[in-house]
């Protein structure tokens, strides 16, 4: 709670029942464990209500809440990103992510993993592609509270679809480190990617007229109209159709 009062506002931690009947003149002492996982840093109570749901009847209900003044303590990493508008398939992409802590103490575990997805739309799920990762050790970046690291991504989006697609950066995917708010350690950036290449034919077959068992002399020429050097690996192939628009049921022939 923000107050030593109970109200809507507050966030239920846990519950726990009474474990026996209460005689009169008895107590009982139990002891939590509690995970604050919920809130912001800062100064903070927690609020202890017994009979919470009012199943015990009860003369003088004032004295059933409890407050007890806590200094709530978190790392609060949040992540921001830069990244060109356009990616071409030909070259790498320089992408470009800071993790500042905004919390209040240094980080608490050994490390965590940084990763880049690419996606075909803004929400990071299992169909993604993971096109770039760094292992990141706290100690040597040293991220106190007010601290941050920035790492530099060259992606390679060789095999990328076309069009618009989505870069997403998220911090400690795992959450391996523990914080209050992990909704901004992601980071999703818009990308049109493009292909430089534009690879076209002319062919000519002689004679343009055979009979079955002919030998016929082909001779094509495949041009690169694109603005980058095409290096990858392809096989030219011949077929043979009934019209001139390739499809599944024309034979191939080389």
């Given at each position: 709670s923000e107050d030593s009062s109970l109200d809507l506002g507050d966030t239920i931690l846990d519950l726990r029942g009474l474990p026996a009947p209460l005689a009169s003149g008895e107590s009982f002492t139990d002891d939590w464990d509690l995970l604050l996982y919920t809130g912001t840093p800062g100064e903070k109570f927690l609020l202890f209500e017994i009979d919470a749901s009012d199943t015990q009847f009860e003369q003088d209900e004032s004295n059933n809440v409890v407050s007890v003044p806590i200094s709530l303590s978190s790392v609060e990493l949040e992540a921001s990103a830069t990244a060109p508008a356009t990616a071409s398939l030909a070259d790498l992409l320089l992408f470009k992510a800071t993790v500042s802590n905004n919390g209040s103490i240094a980080p608490t575990v050994s490390g965590w993993t940084d990763r880049v997805y690419l996606s075909a739309d803004p929400i990071l799920d299992l169909s993604d592609t993971l096109v770039g990762s760094a292992d990141i050790d706290p100690l040597a970046e040293t991220i106190g509270p007010g601290e941050s690291?920035?790492?530099?991504?060259?992606?390679?989006?060789?095999?990328?679809?076309?069009?618009?697609?989505?870069?997403?950066?998220?911090?400690?995917q795992e959450n391996k480190q523990a914080e209050l708010d992990k909704q901004n350690n992601v980071v999703v950036l818009p990308i049109d990617i493009f292909s430089p290449f534009d690879l076209s034919i002319t062919a000519s077959a002689t004679p343009d007229t055979f009979n079955v068992d002919d030998m016929v002399t082909l001779d094509w020429t495949v041009t690169n109209n694109g603005s980058a050097t095409a290096n990858g690996n392809w096989f030219d192939s011949v077929y043979l159709s009934a019209d001139a628009i390739f499809d599944p049921t024309d034979e191939i022939l080389l």
């Open positions: 690291y920035t790492t530099d991504y060259l992606l390679d989006l060789s095999g990328a679809p076309l069009g618009s697609q989505y870069l997403i950066f998220v911090s400690d």
